[in-house]
Every structure is written in C-alpha cells, then in structure tokens.
Nanobody, 125 residues
Framework: QVQLVESGGGLVQAGGSLRLSCAAS????????MGWFRQAPGKEREVVAA????????YYTSSVKDRFTISRDNAKNMVLLQMSSLKPEDTAVYYC??????????????????WGQGTQVTVSS
C-alpha cells in the first residue's frame, strides 16, 4: 500500500495562493489515480480534484475550476495542488488520496483506499 504525506498548508489572505504537495512512498505512484479532498468543520468531505495515472486527464469540482490545478510527477512520486484566488470558503483540511480503481468522472471517494494525514488550509477574509 502506498503511503502519502501532505505538506504546504497554512494561513493565507483571500486572493492569495498556496501549493500543496503530496509525497508518495511504498509503491510506484503511476499505479494510482490520485485525488485531493477537503473537509471543512461541520461539512462532509468533498473531492476537490483528481488526476489519472498518466496525468493527461483531470477532474475539478465546480467551485475550484479555473482556480486550482492538479498535477503529478510519477518519476518523483509527487502530486501537487496549486491553489490561487483563494476564498474563505476554501478553508478546510486537505487530504491527498490514492485509488487503484479506474479514473471516473466524478471521482468516487470510496475508490480511494490510501489517505494522507491532511494539511490545514485557512483563508482569511
């Protein structure tokens, strides 16, 4: 099973940018569809973005389209989430996750069997 470690969260003002990183180990990253999820206090976990094994197909939830970009480097076992034009409603704990299932639109959280510990993103108004 792949192990995932997120980094890059923090406090940022509205309109600012952050880049989240997810470092994978234990198995080749190319074996997995990768996703970023988030969970805000009192809300259900939601998928933010996902990327297929080759990196050629991506999915974004509507609220982050044109603001967030997911990418991967299989050679470096790394997945990134570039977030710009951040809004207070983006405040949440962000999780990196890996799935061995086929890439789907939208991604199914139940397909993701490996999860990182999460990184807090706080956007102040």
């Amino acid at each position: 099973q792949v192990q995932l470690v997120e980094s890059g969260g923090g406090l940022v003002q509205a309109g600012g940018s952050l880049r989240l990183s997810c470092a994978a180990s234990g198995r080749p990253l190319s074996d997995y569809v990768m996703g970023w999820f988030r969970q805000a206090p009192g809300k259900e976990r939601e998928v933010v973005a996902a990327i297929n094994r080759s990196g050629h197909s991506t999915y974004y939830t509507s609220s982050v389209k044109d603001r967030f970009t997911i990418s991967r480097d299989n050679a470096k076992n790394m997945v990134l989430l570039q977030m710009s034009s951040l809004k207070p409603e983006d405040t949440a704990v962000y999780y990196c996750a890996a799935s061995r299932a086929p890439f789907t639109f939208p991604p199914r959280a139940a397909d993701f069997g490996s999860w990182g510990q999460g990184t807090q993103v706080t956007v102040s108004s």
